[in-house]
């Protein structure tokens, strides 16, 4: 007899009174069905847990709920091609969604200007070390809300306003926090760009010509939107030349360098800054990384320098998928998206498609649409009609404005999390391709929704 009524209910009989053989065939019937329903019994729990949050949050606010519960099923229907998007694991959501949010935590581990962060202190300094050795360098500050705040620290430990800055103009595939005028780092300091050349490779030489030119306090490399491999060794060489700092800024690739699958800017840069929800498949946020010489100066930039209380909670999410990172797995991952974003480049130009560069050699391309007369912006909308997002790009020397733009910045880290293939990567192309020629037949664009949706629903999400 079980204490569970349903269980009770098909396994408390007795089998005393039967024949041996019936007897035999009556247990194994119900060893079978105890399999069956305990299997059946877990499979639901486990879906429970996945949906429990969303439970809490329809019983308190059913109108935010509903639009999150909207969000995932957009996530599941649609070909995330966005370069600087991913699927986290349900491990690192989790992290995020503990109650280390309610802790205030100012200062650094074991320094703090609140009590009771003992706890804290431990996760942080987690992070801390696995960033540290997963990345070789001597110091690492893990509470950067962004990318950008991480930039922004290091711009003001080692640069004052108005000190010059050489770095990859937007338009060619920098950031903004590299120089634009419209953001802090092009509003307060003195900015000089380098670009690409026609191939969209970085001209090593121009850059280090225009170092000697104008002497800049810091060299900026790294990028939102470039499909080659960066020579950081290169950039060293010419920031010792003119006696400039030389900050990486590996947001997009960072993944791809925890997995060697491109060299690491450690040996060289004085600061290497990313964010951790790109190819490193993390929570939103970002992390410094420095010589034992800057550890003090950053960490004093990051606070009290430009943010208050860090994310503890988000920083646990980060430690999770640091360790994440640190995994064989990992790095097959990683594999995939450098195969996946090379057959889709490959197929794209197959399909007469014009790619920035031609075949890329990291995760992301940017498809040239000056030959079809077609927008970025409008092509990003008729690919979202047929289920694939993917973000509006300037291409060098772009005659639109970035409003506008002649591009579209493609990119396989979600895709590849989900479980694309090769084979995929070709269909998705074939996709894009008969988009982007048959933008304006409705009919052509409903038969290519259902052709993205027929591999969506191969790779559940979630």
Known sequence: ????????????????????????????????????????????????????????????????????EKELKRQQTTIELIASENFTSP??????????????????????????????????????????????????????????QANMAVFMYALKPGDKVLGMDLSNGGHLSHGSPVNFSGLYFDVVSYGVDENGCIDYDNVAEIARREKPKMIICGASNYSKIIDFKRFKEIADEVGAFLMADIAHIAG?????????????????????????????????????????????????GIQG???????????????????????????????????LSEELINEAMEIVGGVTENHLMTLDLRKYNKTGKDIANVLEKVGITANKN????DPQSPFVTSGVRLGTPAV??????????????????????????????ENLKARSLKLCEKYPLY
Request: hydrophobic share 40%; net charge positive.
């Open 1 to 68: 007899m079980y204490n569970n009524p349903e269980l009770n209910k098909y396994f408390g009989g007795n089998s005393e009174s039967m024949p041996p053989i019936y007897c035999k065939f009556y247990k194994f019937c119900k060893y079978l069905a105890f399999i069956f329903l305990m299997y059946n019994y877990l499979g639901k729990n486990f879906k429970r847990t996945t949906i429990m949050e969303l439970d809490i949050l329809r019983a308190v606010d059913p109108a935010v709920a509903e639009l999150v």
């Open 91 to 148: 491990a690192v959501m989790a992290a995020c969604g503990t109650v280390l949010t309610n802790k205030y935590a100012e200062g650094k581990p074991y320094k703090r200007f609140y009590n009771g962060c003992e706890n804290i202190d431990q996760i942080e300094t987690l992070a801390q070390e696995r960033a540290k050795k997963l990345f070789g360098v001597d110091h690492a500050n893990v509470q950067p809300h962004s990318g950008a």
């Open 256 to 304: 791809l360098v925890a997995a060697g699958l491109h060299p690491s800017p450690a040996p060289y840069a004085d600061f290497v800054t990313t964010t951790t929800h790109k190819s490193l498949r993390g929570p939103r946020g970002g992390i410094i990384m420095c010589k034992e010489k800057h550890a003090l100066g950053i960490d004093k930039a990051v606070f009290p």
């Open 309 to 343: 209380g860090p994310l503890e909670h988000i920083i646990a999410g980060k430690a999770v998928a640091l360790l994440e990172a640190s995994k064989p797995e990992f790095k097959q991952y990683a594999e995939q998206i450098v195969k996946n974003a090379k057959t």
């Open 394 to 397: 300037t291409v060098p020397n």
């Open 416 to 445: 590849t999390t989900r479980g694309f293939k090769e084979d995929d990567m070709r269909e998705t192309a074939k996709i894009i391709a008969s988009a982007v020629i048959y933008s304006d037949s409705e009919i052509a664009l």
